[in-house]
């Protein structure tokens, strides 16, 4: 899976053993509760990955949004949980928080990449999970991150950062949205007659008109 490889690059031979900055040991600590339920939800978008295989009771997950969307994020995190530490990890910060109730914890570093934000999560509340699934927070499309994207873009055939951004963000978010709300996702990011010729020839076809994210 897309998302097993992604985790599996975070565990670098520089940095072994590490994910966001942290070492399976820590990891272990922090996380040190079996997970009280499992996401079960029928969302597409964002993909999960547990990571109990390797002794880490919790998920992770990477999600794209918007740069202006970034605050409805922290507020979010600030209304049910502390921050608890801060670190570097690739140049990025990372920051570590703690539940009010005390019994569960994120890690989140924020990157900027594809000319917004990147969200890359390890939680073992899927409390916070699905409340981050009701924000609603949509997949900025190709057409406002890659210039001159237009005649190449074949999802699932892409490499690069182009295949990294379709198979990780916006295919899973795409492809959960129903048809009235691809339509209106395509007006609202003013896609034009060929990028909707697109979404209709490449992408799955939804299964019925109810939201679904």
């Not at 072994?16 to 600590?29: C, D, F, I, T, W």
């Not at 009701?134 to 991150?145: E, F, Q, R, T």
């Not at 020839?201 to 939201?211: A, G, I, K, R, V």
Request: charged share 30%; proline share 5%.
């Amino acid at each position: 899976m897309i998302i097993r490889k992604r985790i599996a690059s975070l565990f670098g031979a520089g940095r072994r053993e590490q994910v966001l900055g942290y070492s399976v040991k820590e990891l272990k600590a922090i996380f040190n509760r079996p997970i009280a339920e499992r996401f079960s939800g029928d969302s597409t978008y964002p993909r999960l990955a547990y990571i109990t295989d390797i002794g880490v009771e919790a998920a992770y997950l990477s999600i794209l949004i918007e740069a202006r969307n970034e605050r409805a994020v922290s507020s979010l995190i600030g209304r049910y949980f502390l921050l608890c530490e801060n670190r570097e990890f690739n140049g990025e910060q990372v920051h570590e928080y703690r539940s009010l109730r005390g019994d569960e914890s994120l890690i989140i570093a924020i990157a900027d990449e594809f000319k917004n934000k990147v969200l890359r999560i390890v939680t073992n509340s899927i409390g916070f999970i699905l409340r981050i699934i009701d924000l609603k927070l949509a997949v900025p499309p190709p057409w406002l991150i890659f210039d001159e994207a237009l005649p190449y873009w074949r999802p699932g055939s892409m490499q690069g950062a182009e295949g990294y951004y379709d198979d990780s963000f916006f295919s899973p978010f795409f492809e959960g949205l129903s048809r009235v709300e691809r339509s209106d996702y395509l007006a609202r990011y003013a896609a034009n007659v060929e990028w909707r010729r697109i979404m209709d020839l490449f992408y799955d076809e939804p299964t019925d008109d109810e939201p679904s994210v």
